[in-house]
């Protein structure tokens, strides 16, 4: 059972042009939602994340929006440069009972910015 | 060095062998994990150590060992292992274990079993 899904395998923009990477996820327990980019060649490196409280978290050129109620969350890249291109991934993270904390990664989306 | 290093970066193995995957993380962080990409399959968490204590393993075979003899280093035992288990293996660090806690990767082992 694939609690986070990443349903677009690919995407591929315009320089300059925004970029919306998709994640849904089914587990109402996740409360925290992180994206990691990945190049080839080199473990995901941490982008952005948010917290549930929270529907908007903006860094710089990144966003990522929280729809609780649809158990949806995206990634808007703006403007979208050649070396956003990349694997980006959706991970949420839950507290189960006991107290112990689980990290679910989705297959990624890979982005590539056209010149 | 600096961040994450895992060595070897490639692994290539028979099903009958015994080899060991090396993480070793210069944050000085408190907690490592393993993780397991397989192609067009979500990263998944296979183990996780806290201060040198085993604090979860995700169902993995036991042809799968871990071994973390201090915060500094972790390591992945390989033995008779399958085909299946191809795949890229992603060693990671936090200050704590809370998942809240931003994980820094090593750019991982792809181990190729034959």
């Known amino acids: 059972d694939q609690q986070v899904k990443q349903n677009s395998p690919s995407l591929s923009v315009q320089e300059g042009r925004i970029s919306i990477l998709n994640c849904d996820y089914t587990?109402?327990?996740?409360?925290?939602f992180l994206w990691y980019k990945k190049y080839p060649a080199e473990g995901p490196t941490f982008l952005i994340s948010?917290?549930?409280?929270?529907d908007k978290n903006e860094d710089g050129r990144f966003t990522v929006f929280l729809n609780k109620s649809a158990k949806h969350l995206s990634l808007h890249i703006v403007p979208s440069q050649p070396g956003d291109s990349a694997v980006y991934f959706c991970?949420?993270?839950?507290?189960?009972?006991?107290?112990?904390?689980?990290?679910?990664f989705g297959k990624g989306t890979k982005l590539t910015v056209n010149p | 060095e600096t961040g994450v290093t895992q060595t070897p970066r490639h692994l290539v193995m028979g099903m009958t062998n015994k080899k060991s995957l090396k993480c070793e993380q210069h944050?000085?962080?408190?907690?490592m994990y393993w993780y397991k990409q397989s192609a067009k399959k979500p990263l998944e968490l296979m183990f996780v150590?806290?201060?040198?204590?085993?604090?979860e393993n995700n169902s993995v075979p036991s042809r799968f060992s871990p071994e973390c003899p201090n915060s500094s280093h972790l390591f992945l035992h390989l033995h008779t292992l399958q085909p299946e288990d191809s795949a890229l293996y992603l060693c990671?660090?936090?200050?704590?274990?809370?998942?809240?806690?931003?994980?820094?990767f090593g750019p991982g082992t792809r181990l190729t079993v034959l």
């Open positions: 990671a660090s936090t200050s704590g274990v809370e998942y809240t806690d931003t994980q820094y």
């Open positions: 944050l000085g962080h408190n907690a």
């Open positions: 991970a949420a993270s839950a507290v189960y009972q006991g107290g112990s904390e689980k990290l679910v």
């Open positions: 150590y806290n201060f040198k204590e085993q604090t």
């Open positions: 948010i917290s549930s409280i929270k």
């Open positions: 587990n109402s327990m996740f409360d925290y």
